[in-house]
């Protein structure tokens, strides 16, 4: 693949560009984006408006179709845009190829039509409230519909790819012409999704723009928000708060900030074959993403005295031993492989005090800490995993407080009868999933993104009042 370019943007016909900027070179593909400017920003903003009276002129159930049918193409093995994907995320997601592999796979099967259909009827029952007014379904004489943004802007991480394809069907699917900036390292499959798109209907793809361009430029962002009514933006609480304060306030601005993930697992889940179960478990889910995602596992909390923690902590460390083989990690940068090293000879200064226990991969970017005593160890890069005594998990909720503001998924196993309660007071205490470690990585497109429906927060409803039918 060597000086292979890969032109890192998809617009709508209406919009000339030419892949004039090399934007950066990721092991031999070179990343190559228009000469974006405030004022050609705005002329895609205005394409982007007039392809809407397209876009709300076509029902929920057409749009889902050609939406699904473009997504399904990245799980068919003979299709080329697959194949172009999984050539491509390697150099510029960092992932291994097999990584790419399982990050697809779990990513494309909730771009298909039935999981689109099975979306649209969890968040609105009838998705014929997108197409115009239904009953209320309450004892008033009223109808109701739900309206898209003219334009949904979406600022997207790239700490995980997929996650702005996820972001663009959102906002498609409720007839939002889309403006989409995807992060540095999920550049390939937004721009991909909407080559699929415009093989599948051209109006469509004309209802949306990808374009990267790299990250603290102030006037771009702004001119990128300041025609949107819907603004959706994902990173970390610094970025978030700054694409904020850059929007009108008029505007709806649905934050997805810095997102912390945990584990906990119950004296059920530490005995015989079990252990062993769960312990393969909680690796496969702290390796996917290489433990970039928000679902990633920092931290898993555990039932048990000394001895059943160390048990515990050697599975854990052979488990993910084993996923290496089969997942291998992506390669560290040298901040990240630099902070790693740090973490490492912290974590082995306190095991000669007594206050830690360590195990690693070496060469392997896996890390199994288990803390004893007041020893507190931040996780660095790689699939580091923090392990943690409780003499009861229900201490656990009051534990996690400090993260109540980021707290997202919680992984579970060995509760028993009380799992519910244990969510409950999870719940109260920020966490909006509760999960088997298992379904962890790939939560299904209809989950209450950070605690609020994912197609909800993006419209508008109008209620017709005195009226039914």
Request: proline share 6%; glycine share 10%.
């Amino acid at each position: 693949m060597s000086g292979r370019d890969f032109d890192a943007f998809a617009l709508p016909s209406a919009v000339e560009a030419d892949a004039a900027l090399e934007l950066a070179d990721a092991s031999g593909v070179r990343l190559r984006g228009p000469d974006v400017t405030p004022a050609w920003l705005g002329g895609v903003a205005d394409a982007l408006h007039g392809s809407r009276e397209w876009l709300v002129s076509r029902s929920a159930a057409e749009l889902t179709r050609f939406l699904g049918t473009a997504g399904a193409r990245f799980l068919e093995n003979a299709d080329p845009i697959r194949a172009e994907a999984l050539t491509l995320l390697p150099p510029t997601a960092r992932v291994s190829p097999e990584m790419a592999v399982a990050v697809l796979d779990g990513m494309a099967r909730d771009w298909t039509e039935p999981k689109l259909v099975e979306l649209l009827r969890r968040e609105f029952g009838d998705d014929g409230t997108l197409d115009g007014f239904v009953d209320a379904g309450d004892e008033r004489p009223a109808r109701t519909t739900a309206v898209g943004p003219r334009l949904c802007t979406q600022i997207v991480a790239g700490s995980v790819p997929g996650v702005s394809v996820n972001a663009l069907i959102r906002s498609l699917l409720v007839k939002a012409p889309t403006l989409v900036k995807p992060g540095r390292g999920d550049v390939v499959l937004p721009v991909l999704f909407a080559r699929a798109l415009r093989e599948v209907e051209p109006r469509l793809a004309d209802a949306l723009a990808v374009v990267y361009w790299p990250g603290g430029g102030v006037e771009w962002d702004r001119a990128a928000l300041e025609r949107a009514d819907v603004v959706t933006a994902y990173g970390s609480d610094e970025t978030v708060s700054a694409l904020r304060a850059l929007c009108p306030v008029t505007t709806r601005f649905v934050a997805y900030h810095h997102r912390v993930s945990v584990g906990v697992v119950g004296r059920e889940g530490l005995s015989g074959d079990t252990l062993a179960r769960v312990a393969a478990e909680v690796a496969e889910a702290v390796a996917l993403f290489d433990r970039r995602g928000c679902v990633s596992p920092q931290a898993v909390f555990l039932e048990a005295d000394p001895s059943e923690a160390e048990r515990f902590a050697r599975a854990l460390g052979g488990a993910l031993a084993r996923v290496e083989e089969r997942l291998p990690s992506g390669p560290l940068d040298d901040a990240e492989a630099s902070a790693l090293h740090q973490l490492r000879g912290s974590a082995e200064l306190l095991a000669a005090s007594g206050r830690a226990n360590v195990v690693h991969g070496g060469a392997a970017a896996w890390t199994v800490i288990m803390e004893t005593g007041d020893a507190s160890l931040r996780a660095a890069a790689g699939r580091t995993v923090r392990l943690q005594r409780v003499a009861d998990v229900a201490d656990v909720p009051g534990l996690l407080e400090p993260l109540r503001p980021h707290l997202q998924t919680v992984g579970v196993a060995g509760l028993g009868d009380r799992l519910e309660a244990l969510a409950r007071d999870l719940g109260r205490a920020g966490a909006s999933r509760v999960v088997p470690f298992s379904a962890v990585p790939f939560p299904p497109p209809w989950w209450h993104h950070d605690g609020r429906g994912p197609l909800r927060d993006l419209v508008r409803w109008v209620d017709l009042e005195g009226y039914s039918s």
